[in-house]
């Protein structure tokens, strides 16, 4: 609820802070005395337009700070944690948490906000004014008015949270599935225009076989046999100095070795031992230079040029890099790409059978949707006429007697699925027996308008956000029993959420558990607007004033004290 209102330099105010209870809290004074400034500075406090005109005439910014007192699981904190704000820790007597909403506006017309002493943008601003504060008058009303909000007001009316939860849990799997077949049909789509395409490259890529590595491995082996014929010139030269034909003789280098070992085999044992080391490496190097020409002979048969092979190798290897480059690829990733095609085609040849599973997804998820969206339906029925008996039961008392409200529940023309269910909700009012209902704001008069407000306020008092209701002379052109039965409403309306009236009427007057008065004085060379709290004897002459007018009587102070003791 709204505990504070400090303003400075608006309009005919230059220092003002009001604090505010609970319940009902009336403002009174004559006409012209500035309680509209009040509203004009709550309403610029929750995000309403702003501009230099505002400015009190000789200052350079006017601004005003309207301090809320709010339940811990109110909407509001959700929302500015949203925002990036963090709510304030320090809580009052009864747990709630403080909220501070500031304006300031320059005479150039420059525009600040601030909640919690953090800036935000006036539509910021606005969006948390609308969550704590509703004002109804004759010329300006909002909430209620609005047709958008009419089908949250006959859900909350009607408790019917858990259905709507049901709804959008459906809405959200219906969602979810359509949006699967949408993807698989244009990955079908996609899969049916490559058809063609993926088909051809599979029976290339399947009639040449690339292997990972195959390149590497083709590319050193021609390599090698485009060398080969002055590589086995240089082998069998190699191979001819080894068995000594290229010296011309018949003996090569290991029977030389063999000759020499011999010859010192045979004096060996004569030479006491002296010459065994040498018989033995000999022995070795005749071994080794028998095994490395058997090698080089080896080597020489395998490396024999073959034209026809290296014909092969070549063109082997020229397909692959031309298949390669026809597709934008490394050799190496042509086997991957091979594979890859050959799931797409998997996934074609799958695809109309897992399209078809999918739609039966779709229309499972839209049968439970349906149900759980008429289920809502009916519901919002059965409540709206439980609405329209409450409602009109409310208008008698309050000289609409003859008015006729409906809450009218129907199907939304595109009849497309959404989170809230099928339906429009909209309140609408007929003024006179037979007379076609239509809009609230477009129907009723000023003064019918407000009592139609509340009214309905009455009725939906905990199916709304709001924490503080202003009625604006919602008691103009009316008197007697129809002034105390408006007077009556808002005090039981009061029990629920915080109400601020606006009234010229004693008998509204009087059931305020709060009451400030609002009046104009001339100060030096400019006029004031003032507000000040009245104690219970000065109630008692300003409702006594109400009643006389211009001269306070005896008997307006009986009247006065009979109405004040009829509201206790």
Request: with cysteine.
């Amino acid at each position: 609820m709204l505990v504070g209102l400090s303003i400075r330099d608006l309009l005919l105010i230059d220092r003002l802070d009001i604090e505010f209870g609970g319940a009902l809290t009336v403002l009174t004074g004559e006409t012209g005395a500035g309680k509209s400034i009040l509203l004009d500075a709550l309403g610029l406090a929750t995000g309403a337009r702003g501009d230099s005109g505002f400015v009190r005439s000789g200052c350079q910014q006017l601004s005003v700070t309207a301090e809320f007192a709010l339940d811990i699981d109110h909407p509001v904190w959700p929302f500015l944690e949203e925002q990036g704000m963090v709510a304030g820790e320090d809580q009052d007597a009864v747990g709630r948490l403080a909220l501070l909403l500031r304006r300031v506006v320059t005479l150039e017309g420059r525009s600040r906000a601030f909640i919690n002493d953090q800036p935000v943008s006036i539509a910021t601003l606005r969006e948390i004014g609308a969550m704590l504060v509703e004002v109804h008058g004759q010329q300006d009303s909002h909430g209620l008015l609005n047709p958008a909000s009419h089908r949250a007001l006959l859900d909350s009316f009607a408790g019917l949270g858990a259905d709507l939860r049901n709804c959008q849990a459906a809405y959200e799997k219906l969602a979810a599935a359509t949006a699967a077949v949408t993807t698989a049909q244009d990955a079908l789509t996609a899969a049916r225009a490559e058809e063609a395409y993926l088909r051809h490259l599979v029976d290339e890529l399947d009639a040449l076989s690339p292997e990972i590595g195959e390149e590497d491995t083709l590319a050193r082996e021609r390599a090698l046999m485009m060398n080969a014929e002055k590589l086995a010139g240089d082998m069998q030269g190699a191979l001819a100095d080894i068995s000594g034909t290229s010296a011309g003789g018949d003996i090569g280098a290991d029977g030389l070795l063999a000759s020499a070992l011999r010859r010192l085999e045979r004096i060996a044992a004569q030479a006491g031992g002296k010459l065994d080391p040498a018989i033995e490496a000999l022995d070795r190097a005749c071994s080794e230079a028998i095994e490395g020409r058997a090698l080089l002979e080896e080597a020489c048969r395998s490396l024999e040029f073959e034209p026809q092979k290296l014909e092969k190798v070549e063109a082997r290897l020229f397909d692959l890099r031309a298949m390669a480059r026809k597709h934008k690829v490394a050799v190496d990733k042509l086997p991957e790409l091979y594979e890859s095609a050959i799931a797409q085609l998997s996934r074609l040849d799958h695809g109309v059978g897992e399209l078809e599973r999918l739609h039966a997804e779709v229309e499972a998820a839209s049968a439970a949707y349906r149900d759980a969206a008429l289920t809502l339906s009916k519901k919002r029925q059965a409540a709206a006429i439980k609405l329209d008996t409450l409602v009109a039961a409310e208008l008698a008392p309050l000289k609409l007697d003859k008015a006729c409200f409906t809450t009218r529940v129907t199907n939304a023309k595109d009849q497309q699925p959404r989170a809230h269910g099928l339906d429009d909700v909209a309140f609408q009012v007929a003024t006179n027996p037979g007379a076609p209902a239509g809009p609230l704001s477009k129907i009723a008069s000023g003064g019918e308008l407000s009592r139609f407000m509340l009214a309905l306020r009455v009725v939906l008092s905990k199916a709304s956000t709001v924490t503080t209701l202003i009625f604006d002379e919602i008691d103009a052109a009316v008197g007697g029993a129809t002034a105390d039965a408006i007077g009556d409403r808002l005090s039981r309306l009061a029990d629920s959420v915080q109400i601020l009236a606006v009234t010229h009427s004693p008998q509204v007057a009087a059931r305020g558990l709060g009451h400030f008065h609002v009046a104009k004085f001339q100060r030096t060379d400019e006029t004031i607007t003032a507000v000040r709290k009245l104690a219970p004897e000065e109630r008692r002459e300003e409702i006594a004033r109400m009643l006389a007018g211009a001269e306070i009587t005896d008997a307006a102070r009986v009247a006065a004290d009979s109405l004040l003791t009829l509201a206790q």
